[in-house]
């Protein structure tokens, strides 16, 4: 590969994100193809591989997984954290089948919003408020020019110069 191609395979890999929907071995298996185009199997060095494991951990879909990887599994290499990535995953779907009153199928589990969407909610709302205010400043400035330039039109007819006697257009 020449240097752009492994850029971009390196970019790629900084990059990529596990899917709402793709289990952790299967994010796991994508990000390992990846790895391997950027890193070779077999020129695979400590260094790489400690250099491969920020983009997983942070590719990861579930914060909780990524944040026990960190602070309670630290994983000396890209293989060792997707061991422990898959026997967090295996342990929460083991906790979850175990908590009583919550089933897939429940519309409120489904609905929940995360902190995150609330406020990404929020900032939307505030932005839509913004916007209208700036219309509402847009159309008072419309009509302060479109009332100096009336002003502006009376004095040239009277013959006018300097401060106006004119009493102003209201808006």
Known sequence: MHADELNAVHDELEE???????TDDMFSRRFRELAEQDYPQGQQNANQQRIM???????????????????DGAPADLDHAM???AQYAEQQDAFDRMRPGEE??????????????MVLDEVGQALVS???????????????????????EIRK?????????????KE
């Open 16 to 22: 990529t994100r596990q899917t709402a929907h793709e």
């Open 157 to 169: 007819r009277l013959g006018q110069k300097g401060p106006s006697s004119v009493p102003r257009c």
């Open 53 to 71: 494991l920020k983009p997983y951990v942070w590719g990861l879909h579930s914060t909780t997984t990524a944040r026990k990887l960190v602070h």
């Open 83 to 85: 061991q422990l990535a």
């Open 130 to 152: 913004i916007k209208g205010q700036q219309l509402e400043l847009i159309t008072r400035l419309a009509n302060l020019e479109a009332d100096q330039k009336v002003q502006q």
């Open 104 to 117: 897939p199928m429940d519309i409120s589990v489904v609905q929940k919003k995360s902190e995150q969407d």
